[in-house]
Structures are given as C-alpha cells and as structure tokens.
C-alpha cells in the first residue's frame, strides 16, 4: 500500500527523507513533493470510482512540473489542460492524447488546430463562437472533434471570490439555454460532435452541498437532452475539491463522499465519466522550504524575514490564503507572534499576519505547509528570483526534478536592442 506521510505541523521527514538533511543538500528556498502523498490520493479516488466509466484528467495549472505529470501517466491519470502550454507539456510527459481534455475560455485558433492535430479527447467549449471555430478547424484538418458545452449552472462555490467559477456573472460556460440551443442546431455543425456536458464550479470547495446543486442541474439537463433524442458521451464534474491548509480548521471532503454524490446525480448514465481535480491530487503532497533570513522587531511587529516570498508562493498574498508554517526541527520553545515575510518589495509580499510559532533565529528552517497546488505553477520571476528548485521525495530517496533557475536561464530570450525593425 503506497504510504503517505503528509507533513503534521511538527514533522521533520517527508516520504521518508529528512526535511533537515535535505535542505543541507539543497539551497532554500525549494518546493518538495511525496511520490507516495500524490499516488495515495489518486489511489483513492481510483477506489471511490470503482466500477463507474471514469477517468480522472489532472488539473495541469494546478502543478505542471514534467516528472509530476509523469507520476499522474503511470498512475493512468490523464490531464486537463488550457492551454498550448499544458498540452505540449502533457504530450512531453507521456500522456495519451485521447486521455485530454482541453478546458478554457480563451482557447486560441491556433490552440484549438494543435490540439486536434495532437487528437484530443475533448474539446469543453464555453462560447458559441469558439463551437464554430472548433467546427471550422476541424473541418480543415479533415477530422472530427468531440466537444462537450461547459454549463455555467449559476451555483455559489469556493473558497475565494477570485476562484468561484459557477456563477452566471462569471466568465465561464454558458447557460443551460443556451446550450440547449447549441445542441438544437448542432446538426449544422460538420466537424464536431457535441456529444457531452461539462461543469465546473470553482476550486478549494470543502462543501458538498455545491456539487450537488450543479450535478442535479447538470443532470436534469442532460436527461432532457436524451428525451430529445440527442446522445450524451461524456459528463466532466470538473473539479474544485478542497483540501486542508489549516490543520483543526479545515475539514475536506472524502473521495468517498464525493463520488457518492456523482454517482447519485448521474445514476443511469452509461457514458464516461470525467474528473478534473487539481488541488485535491497534489496540494498536501507539497511543502515549500525556506530559511528565517533574519527577525525584525518593527515598531509595531515583530518579522520573521524568510527567503521564500510571493513570487514562489503567491496564494497568501493573492487570495489571503492560509497555509500552515512551522518550524522543521529545534527544542521546544515558547510561542511568538510574528508577520512572516519575504523578501519582496510588496507590502503584499506576507505569508501570514500575527502567527503564532516557536521563537525563531535566523538560519531555522521552516515548512510550509500544503503548497503542491498553485505553488510551482503559479510562480514567476518577479523582482528578478530565480524560479525556484523543485524535489521528488519517494520512500527516502529524493530527486531534483527542476534544478533552480541560473540568471542566465531567467534573462534567456532577453536581448539589448539594436535589431530595430523600421514599423
Ligand atoms: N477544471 C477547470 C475547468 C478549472 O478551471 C480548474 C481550476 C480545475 C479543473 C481544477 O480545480 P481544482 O481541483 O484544483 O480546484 N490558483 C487558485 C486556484 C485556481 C483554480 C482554477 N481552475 C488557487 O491557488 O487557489
């Protein structure tokens, strides 16, 4: 049975590697993953899914690094991708092509045509203009697209407004009008087929109640749809299940629990099954590592300068994100409040506000916890830091699986000017 040693707040190891010794090897800051964290959460969702027509797509955004999306193909796990990025990372990965999915608003001609040529699953399309893109593509390329219409079923999810997704004031999807429309006139369309229903709420859910509301909505329609003699394929759920960033706070969902809830919507359907989780696969495996530059007592607050900042972990200052920090290692000592900061020239550049934890000194080694999820992947250079080093950790052993950015690689592409071109 794969083992998972998802860090507790006082956890010195991780998937069986010292966190201590491995930062002796490793300059902080640097982002590690369990293997056996990551292959513990498919597993049992793969168990919760048991003998439905299911296949779990990977949320790519949510980590892309290469040797993770290589961890996800063994597992049989395919990939949820938006954008020519993400699908030429799953392709370099060794994902199938028909086990993609190719989800987003803004999906490009040229984003569309490489991801036919690719062969793709599925297309989840969100607007009518981008259906006769798809269609018009397609039709030059001389094949047949699968499509699916992203409902926007106008439910209130997530954690954060900036990452709730099912409303109808929101960007995405379209509403069950209009895709009844769509498949009205989809005869008209030569190269698509649109043959599937696609629905995804928002991200960091912690509630069932929210999947329930759009599954039933989702269902309904789809049962309509049959009535009228059109045939359904695919039903993607999307994805959006939460996970704990605040130990004795958050209570996440159970696989179990949640599967109850697609298999009770969507009892009687014969076709596939999709699932896109993104955070739920990869969040608790990860923590980032980083060092307690120096304390700064303020006139107000006392700091805790780590060297981590914003650009290598943007959830606390984006969406005021809670993520548990702790120290690795160290005697007991008392308790002290601290703003732990990083370097960054931001305000914002603030990993929490008024923390409680051991009293600190420069040099202590500190976790963070829960950053598998929108942590690597939503990096960037800002205020010139290299992207950051990321590790495999697997039953003890571990393995760089990006090295650190050097400055030459971050300036890559950058060039003075003197190739003016007259315009
Ligand atoms: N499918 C679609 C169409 C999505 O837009 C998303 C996430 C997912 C699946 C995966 O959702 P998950 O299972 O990870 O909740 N950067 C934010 C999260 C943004 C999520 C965007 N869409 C954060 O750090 O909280």
Known sequence: APRAEVPTPDAASLDGVDLEYLASRLPTPFHAYSANAIRQRIAMLQAAL????AQICFAVKANSNLAILQL???????????SGGELWRSLRAGIPADRIVFSGV??????IAEALAAGVSRFNVESHHELLMLDRI???QRTLAHAAVRINPDVEAGAHEKISTGKAENKFGVSIAEA????????GLSHVRLDGLHVHIGSQILELEPFRLALARVAEFWRELVRDGHTINSIDVGG?????????HDRPIEAGAYVAVIREALAGFEGRIVLEPGRYLVAEAGVLMTRVIRVKQGE??????VDAAMNDLLRPSLYDAWHDIVPVSGPPRAAVTYDIVGPVCETGDTFAVARELPACKAGDLLLVAATGAYGASMGSNYNSRPLLAEVLLDDGRYA????????????????????????
């Open 50 to 53: 048991q003998g439905l027509d």
């Open 72 to 82: 996800m193909n063994e597992a049989g796990v395919g990939a949820d991708i938006v």
């Open 240 to 248: 959006g299940l939460g996970v704990c960033y605040r130990r004795g």
């Open 400 to 423: 760089v699986i990006r090295r650190r950015q050097s400055f030459e690689e971050m300036i890559a592409g950058e060039q003075p000017a003197g190739n003016w071109q007259t315009a």
């Open 300 to 305: 107000q607050r006392r700091f805790l300068v």
């Open 180 to 187: 009844r429309s769509w498949f009205s006139s989809a005869a």
């Open 106 to 111: 803004g999906k490009s001609g040229d984003e």
């Open 138 to 140: 397609a039709s030059s």
